[in-house]
């Protein structure tokens, strides 16, 4: 990058503070900051070596470019590939993860830096939470779907045959760095994805910004300045959200809208990325909470026909009938849903919404009422 390139983009760059005290850090967001990173990495820990964590397809594409630019602030590094897709969270990668970590001498005061999408950034943070009793961590997402959600909020962890992110600790990162450049790689059906974890957080509790979605997503998509400013507006919103509930134990479930729906898909289909991807479970249950809050009659059905509408528009999936290959009975999602983090005492959870920006924590559905409500959705009703 040329001294002009390297100015204009830290005049370019937004700054989003995750306020945590002890554990607090800052988001970077911008396009071309991956050098830019390194400077801040080498001011936060000084002298310390790094091990950046990647997966195979992203090994040549951005990890040589990150290599260079940390040596040029003179740091060490160790690079460590894991294979790509969701079945990479697992006890076996995370077992030898840990090793690769150990055996590279990671220390303390070192760093271990997640380069990938939130398959990697989930399995990191979690090797990062335990080895040596804590390291500290960098991310650095590369998907879309990384950068507005999983790389923000300290969440990580690896999947177990009952469910999904069953098995993680709160370990929060110390810097994450959005380089909305990197998005430029992905191919459209990912970056798609990631777009449901954008405009999920106007459907929480900002209606202004999911009008502002409806009007841009398509230059969202296409690289300019609303995507950088869609990136940070989801930032600044999951950060709000997480200062006020670090650890779930409040609001921050508010951010799980969709997600009940769409773990039950993905552990249906097997974690299968060639049936459906996170994102695309995640639209899928978007659409479905708005239409279970109608059918509850908790909101309008003209709301809910606008959240299936634009997601439909951008080209994700909104109905069971999307998922390739099927999903199995009504039962068969209900009992799914059984084993996700948000069951408390065997009774669901659900975030439901009396309107687009409207959402609230619903503890207590009764699961006959889920079923009834998928069995209709199943049947096409």
């Known amino acids: 990058m040329t001294k002009q390139a390297a100015d204009a983009a830290r005049v370019e760059r937004i700054l989003v503070p995750v306020p945590l005290g002890e554990r607090a850090y800052d988001i970077l967001i911008g396009r071309h900051q991956l050098c830019e990173a390194a400077g801040v990495i080498a001011e936060l820990a000084p002298g310390a070596r790094a091990a950046i964590v990647t997966d195979d397809n992203l090994a040549e594409l951005h990890a040589p470019a990150l290599e260079s630019c940390l040596h040029q602030a003179g740091i060490a590094t160790t690079r460590l590939t894991i294979r790509p897709g969701e079945a990479s969270k697992s006890y076996a990668c995370f077992v030898e993860l840990c090793d690769g970590l150990l055996a590279a001498k990671i220390e303390r005061n070192d760093l271990v830096i997640a380069l990938g999408g939130g398959v990697v950034g989930d399995l990191s943070g979690f090797a990062a939470s335990v080895l040596r009793r804590g390291v500290r961590f960098v991310q650095i997402p590369t998907s879309l779907l990384a ?73 969202v998509i296409a690289g300019g300045p609303e995507r950088d400013h869609a990136v940070a507006t989801a930032c600044r919103a999951k950060a709000a959200i997480v200062v006020r509930d670090e650890r779930e134990d409040g609001d921050r479930a508010l951010l799980n809208l969709g997600h009940t729906f769409a773990h039950a898909l993905e552990r249906l289909t097997a974690y299968n990325s060639r049936r459906l991807v996170h994102g695309e479970a995640v639209a899928i249950g978007l659409a479905l909470a708005f239409r279970f809050s109608q059918r509850l009659g908790l909101c309008p059905g003209q709301d809910a026909g606008r959240v299936a509408a634009h997601l439909t528009s951008v080209g994700l999936p909104s109905r069971l009938q999307d998922v390739p290959g099927g999903t199995g009975s009504a039962a068969e999602i209900v009992e799914a849903m059984t084993q996700d983090k948000k069951v408390k005492r ?36």
Do not use: M
């Open 147 to 219: 950068q507005v959600d999983s790389s923000v909020g300290g969440k990580t962890g690896i999947n177990s045959g009952h469910g999904k992110n069953l098995i993680g600790a709160f370990h929060q990162p110390a810097l994450v760095i959005c380089d909305t450049a990197l998005l430029d790689t992905l191919s459209e059906r990912e970056f798609k994805a990631g777009y449901a974890e954008v405009v999920k957080y106007g459907l929480i509790d900002d209606a202004a910004f999911f009008d502002w979605c409806e009007a841009n997503w398509r230059r």
């Open 346 to 381: 065997g009774a669901l959870t659900f975030i439901l919404a009396h309107g687009i920006g409207k959402s609230f924590i619903a503890p207590g559905v009764p699961a006959d009422e889920v079923r009834r409500f998928i069995e209709s959705e199943l049947a096409g009703a």
